[in-house]
Structures are given as C-alpha cells and as structure tokens.
C-alpha cells in the first residue's frame, strides 16, 4: 500500500469540500505529524483526531531527537515552515509521498527526489477507484476552485472538460 504524508492544506481542502471520508477510502497508508495538526482550525482538528482515533489517519509525533533532527534540517531551507520541514523528514523516514498544494515545499521535495503529489492527484485517486462519479468530481471540483484560489486554474478547467465529456 502506497504512503502518503498530508500537508496541512490538503486537509483543509478535503475538509471544504467534504471528501475527507472517502479520500480515506483510497488504497491509501494516510500519515501526517503533529506540526500539521497545530495549524488547523479547531473543528477541522476534531475532525482529523477522529481519523485518528479511528486509525484512519497516522499521526507522527516527534520526540526529542526527532525534534531536534527537524530543526537542524530546517537550515537546509529556512524559507519553509517547521510543519513542512516536519512532514519533509517523515516522508523521508517512511518512504512516503507528499501530499501538499504549497508550491515552495513541493519544488524543495522534490529536488530531494522525494514524490509530491497534490489535491488534483487526490480527486483523480477518487475517481480511477470509483469512489465518486464524475458527475459529483465536477462538482467537487467546482466548490474547490471558489475555496481555494490558488489551483491551476488550466489543469482544473481539463478536468472539468475531461469529467463532463460522456466518454
């Protein structure tokens, strides 16, 4: 089963577009850390402590030497944040993809040839495994871009072409 270990933005868009139950239906081993946790809203947090409580969701807490290891990595790129530095070392340790829509921590990991995935990949996973039709994607997607206006605009606008087609 592919790891996977989620930013904090993917969350919050899964969240805004209610899709976190079946974004957790993918063949999928969902991790994330304990930074990611700290810069959520307070209902999103009990949303995603659920998950984890169900073990649905792997929470990664660093301990001291972890800690540590993270803040002498942060100098490698102090332009990110201690969550992305976070999430960056528990990909490395466990092998996994990163799911973030930030683009400064996307470019960074993946000049350490660790793979990057981002919310659009998310809704193309739900639709190859059949967890939505692309009748609901479409609308999905649509909400998507009034929330966060920071998508590609161009690889949304295929999508929504792509999803609406009868092919």
């Given at each position: 089963?592919?790891?996977?270990?989620?930013?904090?933005?993917?969350?919050?868009d899964l969240l805004n577009v209610d899709l976190l139950d079946t974004f957790l239906k993918l063949p999928?081993?969902?991790h994330t850390t304990?930074?990611?946790?700290y810069e959520l809203r307070e209902?999103?947090?009990e949303v995603i402590t659920e998950k984890i409580n169900d073990k649905k969701i792997t929470l990664n807490e660093a301990n001291e030497e972890e800690y540590?290891?993270?803040l002498e990595q942060m100098k490698e790129?102090?332009?990110?944040?201690?969550?992305?530095?976070?999430v960056y070392y528990y990909a490395k340790k466990l092998s996994a993809t990163i799911l973030t829509g930030d683009r400064a921590f996307r470019n960074f990991a993946e000049e350490k040839h660790i793979e990057v995935r981002g919310i659009l990949w998310v809704l193309d996973e739900i639709i190859t495994n059949e967890?939505?039709?692309?009748t609901e994607m479409v609308s999905k997607l649509t909400?998507?871009?009034e929330t966060n206006k920071r998508l590609p605009s161009d690889e949304c606008e295929r999508r929504l072409e792509k999803w609406k087609s009868k092919k």
């Open positions: 089963m592919k790891v996977v270990i989620s930013d904090t933005n993917i969350f919050i999928l081993e969902v304990d930074f990611i946790i209902e999103q947090v540590t290891e993270i790129r102090e332009s990110l944040s201690l969550d992305d530095h976070s967890l939505l039709n692309k909400c998507l871009m």
